[in-house]
């Protein structure tokens, strides 16, 4: 509310012009604003923020922290995510201005009796030498897994298996009944304390993947390759540096591939 105050300093004069101050009162729009935030926090439904979610390896049993990292050749896979090539060129190679990605593998660790150079002077790793996987999830007409995940799945079978086996369990009502919201909730977290288990289980072979990027990379395949370990029920994974043998590597491929 407004408020005019006559102000003539007590020293009025005979046809002096008088001087008005307005002074606004804001006391009633404090109290329509608390109104109105008390409103928005009653009515305003509260929804969780999606985020995603990264099950980290856990380092209970550690005891020496320099072999935290340490995985051993037989179950180590390196993902190594690239971005594509122009022919001929090592230049990025982009449709309609987006970075198509490319994804390189080895199993175990790179280098071997041989040497990091074999033959010929190619690079070799302990197992196999650098292998290139499309970035695809699953076939378009059979639904089969293709690219990494079908590797990923591959070296992670055992586990899957035992997967499968409670996914059947929690469907056919083995967690307990499906029927109302609240029965669905509690057969989920049996289900995960199961799956948990599984994914624990130190009698079940597993790989242990090591993810690691080029500077071309996007981080948009990056986090690609984290939904993987997420769907394949990857239990010991970590994201790692490029190393000196890994971009030999990866160029000594490029080198062979794009001439």
Do not use: W
């Amino acid at each position: 509310m407004a408020e005019v105050q006559q102000n003539d300093g007590g020293k009025g004069k005979k046809g002096h012009q008088k001087k008005m101050q307005i002074r606004v009162d804001f006391t009633p729009m404090v109290d329509m604003n608390m109104l109105l935030i008390t409103f928005f926090m009653l009515c305003t439904t509260m929804i969780k923020s999606q985020t995603l979610t990264i099950a980290l390896p856990s380092n209970e049993k550690v005891n020496n922290e320099e072999n935290m990292s340490q995985a051993s050749a037989d179950d180590a896979v390196t993902i190594i995510i690239d971005a594509k090539r122009k022919t001929g060129s090592f230049d990025v190679d982009t449709i309609d201005g987006k970075v198509q990605p490319v994804i390189y593998y080895y199993e175990g660790k790179p280098g071997g009796d041989a040497g990091m150079l074999g033959p010929g002077g190619a690079v070799l790793s302990e197992n196999n030498n650098i292998k290139v996987s499309e970035f695809l999830a699953n076939d378009e007409k059979t639904g089969q897994a293709r690219g990494i995940r079908e590797i990923i799945q591959q070296r992670n079978l055992d586990v899957l298996t035992e997967i499968n086996k409670i996914k059947k369990q929690y469907a056919d009502g083995g967690f307990g009944s499906l029927e109302t919201k609240a029965d669905r909730e509690k057969a989920q977290a049996a289900y995960d304390e199961a799956a948990s288990k599984i994914r624990k289980d130190e009698n079940l072979k597993k790989p242990v993947i090591i993810i690691k990027s080029t500077p071309q990379a996007s981080f948009g395949s990056l986090v690609s390759v984290l939904d993987e370990m997420q769907i394949n029920n990857i239990s010991k994974y970590q994201i790692d540096n490029m190393t000196k043998v890994d971009s030999l590597m990866v160029i000594d491929y490029q080198n062979s591939h794009h001439n």
